[in-house]
């Protein structure tokens, strides 16, 4: 076979990676009309004729192709040579000599069943370096310390083709065997794809157990980097480009975003990163994944979501430029959790599993456990940064080897001992490096009682009182609070807002109502507690998460310790993964039957809608004249828009909100409108949504 058998290695995903769908369909049109002719064929290149231009395809691969087109992007000229190459396989002239450069040329000529991940690993990295450059070589050194540290990447092998999904990118990083360093393939900018692509081999070598060294001055960069206590020239001019583009983003519309600008941000993301300021490129990271929704219309996104994290944004960066020692360090965040081997052994109880997703495409699973001896709270997590592992979800997680090389569906049931535990802080576990020993039992009756003793709410006063003194806007929503059971109330449903309402009464039979939205992704811990409810088990513990929503502040139950009917053994039962254990086999249940009690009803209403003056009159509409101003990106008020802020102006400085008045009248002044006044009125309005929330407990009134 000839070395163009390297050609055939690209099939149409490969293609549609490297051009696009629609220049592959254009291409076969070419095809079929015969438009497609091999001129010339010898050791060194193949000549096309192509709808009259030139294609030269060389044995190093698509990467390297050349037309005679004017175009800027890959071509159809040059889809349409390789895929006449599928069709008409060369096999009459002699292999090309393998080359001695690893790095751009082949490893070795083209022969079927190629191993691609040996090619990669066959790679001299000392060569690599000379051909990136120091630039591509540091971010990759970041982007590496990143992956390692959150468990982010999957390796696929599909024959000749090695395929490396990575958060960067929507579509997975290719490698065909044959093409050397150069032959990658991905959708990348062209700014970040070689050090994107040297991260990725360097990962291999590390998941390989294969020697990759790093030059000496990147790791003494990053390493000072992490501990600068001063902003630098580097990063000023970095936050002065974030800056920039926040102004770029308001200027064109938030209703007028393109993809373009989501990778600008993706490539600012990973600047802060290299440049030692985590916090920063995860904000960034975060308004990438908006405004990519935003550009793809994506149903669930809205713009007042991106204005208020432009708001964010930019008071966090005022913030970094003025500030500097320790205050400077705090502000810039902490890499990936640094995890540590604690030479003891853990004995843990589990409390329950959360699964979780957000609204940009992340999704994973925490699991809670207590440390009896010390009454400590323990959890870990895994996690992927979008659904591109079609094999990670909560189904094979719960039932396979994934966490510290057992079951989750067998250590969320019994105690077990944890050897050798890879710690960060926050008593974060890692989710590998450790052995598991379990052991025959688990909660015993005793455990349960110091547990009640020392831990969560049984008070709904004391639980008002602690949420009211909680900081929203910080660790109230990482927090598992645990709610002791005294009494409780069959379900309802609150058929306005889309969810389940499960009254819980305390000794003083105050109600806290906990809440299950019927959303479509946590609609299985509906029908888990429905069939919880149905059994005669004693709830005697409900962990709950904190949600908030508009103005209401929701806890949402996960988890349910409870004494077993029939036994009285205390287990768990996890609402997002426990639907066979629980589900009676034989037996069909319809779905979830709405109480007739119309006590509770009324009360659920009388809670939940009564009107917040401030959000009705004040942010609300505040908000959407800022959403209406921004989206189209007109920075000139209309008369009925400046009536709309004098009114509101009237309405602030009636109820002594004089700050957000001020803020409004900068907005009527100044025309055209300037973006800091805008951004600063959206901050204002985020901080007063922050402290206006209505809980979801009922006091009963003192009987006098």
């Not at 090619?119 to 540091?138: C, H, M, P, Y």
């Not at 064109?252 to 373009?260: K, P, R």
């Not at 004995?347 to 979780?356: E, F, R, V």
Request: hydrophobic share 40%; net charge neutral; aromatic share 8%.
């Amino acid at each position: 076979m000839s070395w163009s058998e390297i050609y055939l290695n690209y099939d149409q995903d490969a293609l549609a990676v490297y051009a696009n769908v629609g220049v592959i369909r254009r291409a076969l049109k070419d095809i079929e009309a015969n438009k497609v002719k091999l001129i010339e064929h010898n050791q060194s290149h193949l000549i096309f004729e192509v709808d009259n231009q030139q294609v030269k395809l060389t044995p190093q691969g698509i990467q390297v192709a050349k037309c005679s087109c004017p175009a800027s992007d890959h071509c159809k000229h040059i889809i349409a040579s390789v895929l006449w190459l599928h069709k008409n396989p060369l096999i009459d002239k002699a292999k090309v000599n393998p080359s001695c450069d690893t790095v751009n040329q082949p490893n070795e000529s083209s022969k079927p069943n190629n191993d691609p991940l040996a090619e990669l690993l066959a790679i001299d990295s000392s060569q690599l370096f000379k051909t990136v450059g120091k630039a591509n070589i540091r971010l990759a050194y970041q982007l590496l310390f990143d992956w390692l540290q959150n468990d982010v990447i999957t390796v696929q092998t599909q024959g000749v083709q090695l395929r490396i999904q990575v958060p960067l990118s929507t579509t997975p990083i290719i490698y065909t065997a044959g093409t050397g360093f150069a032959g990658i393939i991905s959708e990348l900018p062209d700014k970040q794809k070689q050090a994107v692509h040297l991260a990725v081999i360097a990962y291999l070598f590390q998941q390989n157990q294969k020697k990759w060294v790093w030059p000496d001055q990147i790791v003494a960069e990053h390493e000072q980097k992490n501990q600068q206590d001063q902003l630098c020239d580097d990063e000023i001019i970095l936050i002065t480009q974030i800056q920039n583009q926040i102004n770029a983003l308001i200027t064109h519309g938030l209703s007028h975003v393109s993809t373009s600008q989501a990778n600008q941000l993706q490539l600012l993301n990973m600047s802060a990163r290299a440049q030692g300021l985590p916090k920063l490129a995860a904000m960034l990271r975060q308004l990438c994944q908006l405004v990519e929704m935003q550009a793809n219309r994506h149903f669930a996104i809205e713009e007042q979501e991106i204005i208020l994290l432009l708001a964010r944004l930019t008071v966090h960066l005022q913030t970094i430029l003025n500030s500097q020692g320790q205050q400077l360090v705090n502000l810039r965040g902490k890499q990936k959790r640094q995890y540590q081997t604690d030479k003891q052994t853990l004995d843990l109880l589990p409390l329950g599993a959360y699964w979780w997703q957000s609204k940009t495409g992340a999704q994973g699973v925490t699991f809670y456990f207590w440390h009896p001896e010390h009454n400590q709270y323990f959890q870990t997590t895994l996690a992927r940064s979008n659904n591109a592992d079609i094999n990670f979800n909560r189904y094979s997680i719960w039932n396979s080897i994934s966490l510290w090389q057992s079951m989750p569906n067998m250590l969320m049931r019994k105690r077990f001992s944890l050897n050798n535990p890879l710690l960060a802080e926050g008593n974060n576990l890692s989710s590998t490096g450790s052995s598991v020993v379990l052991k025959s039992t688990g909660w015993s009756n005793q455990d349960y009682q110091e547990f009640r003793a020392s831990n969560g709410f049984r008070n709904w006063k004391e639980l008002s009182r602690y949420l009211e003194n909680s900081d929203v806007s910080e660790g109230l929503f990482d927090q598992v609070i645990a709610i002791h059971v005294t009494n409780t109330q069959k379900p309802v449903l609150d058929e306005i807002k889309q969810s389940v309402v499960w009254c819980i009464k305390d000794n003083q039979n105050n109600q806290l109502l906990l809440r299950l939205f019927w959303d479509g992704i946590y609609t299985q811990r509906i029908d888990i507690l429905n069939l919880f409810i149905r059994t005669a088990h004693q709830p005697l513990t409900i962990l709950v998460k904190c949600k908030k929503n508009d103005s209401n502040l929701d806890l949402e139950p996960f988890a349910i310790i409870y004494k077993e009917s029939k036994t009285d053994q205390i287990n768990i039962a996890n609402l997002d993964f426990d639907y066979e254990w629980l589900y009676p086999k034989g037996k069909n249940y319809k779905a979830f039957e709405a109480s007739k009690e119309p006590v509770l009803k009324k009360q659920i209403a009388q809670i939940n809608y009564q009107q917040d003056p401030i959000a009705t009159y004040i942010i609300k509409p505040t908000m959407a004249l800022l959403e209406a101003i921004t989206s189209s990106g007109r920075l000139i008020l209309s008369n009925a828009d400046k009536q709309k802020i004098n009114q509101l102006q009237y309405q602030c400085d009636t109820l002594g909100l004089t700050t957000l008045s001020h803020t409004l009248n900068k907005l009527a002044q100044n025309q055209p409108i300037e973006i800091k006044h805008i951004l600063q009125t959206a901050y204002l309005c985020q901080l007063m949504n922050n402290t206006h929330y209505q809980l979801p407990i009922v006091i009963k009134e003192d009987e006098t």
